[in-house]
C-alpha cells in the first residue's frame, strides 16, 4: 500500500470508530434517561455531489433522511 492507500485506511476506521461510539453513547443517554420514541418525525433532503476525474461536479442526487423525536424522563427531547 502506499501512503494515500494508508491514511485514506485510517480515515475510515477512525470514522467507524466514531460512529460505533456515537451510536453506544445515544443508547446509553437514553437508556439512563429513559427516553422514548415520540410520534413526531422530520424529513430532511440534502444533495450529494458527484465529480469527475478532475474534480468538476459531473452530477447531484438527492438523500433523504429521517430523524426522529425522542422524549425523556428529564424534560428534554432530542431529534435523532
Excluded at 453506544?24 to 410520534?39: D, F, M, R
Excluded at 440534502?46 to 433523504?64: E, L, M, R
Aim: hydrophobic letters at 35%.
Amino acid at each position: 500500500m502506499n501512503r494515500v492507500e494508508v491514511v485514506v485506511v485510517i480515515a475510515i476506521v477512525a470514522l467507524l470508530g466514531f460512529a460505533i461510539y456515537s451510536e453506544v453513547s445515544l443508547h446509553n443517554y437514553a437508556a439512563e434517561h429513559h427516553c422514548k420514541k415520540t410520534g413526531d418525525t422530520r424529513e430532511q433532503t440534502t444533495i450529494q455531489y458527484t465529480y469527475d476525474d478532475k474534480g468538476n461536479i459531473a452530477g447531484s442526487y438527492p438523500v433523504f433522511t429521517t430523524e426522529y423525536l425522542y422524549a425523556c424522563d428529564d424534560g428534554t427531547r432530542h431529534w435523532h
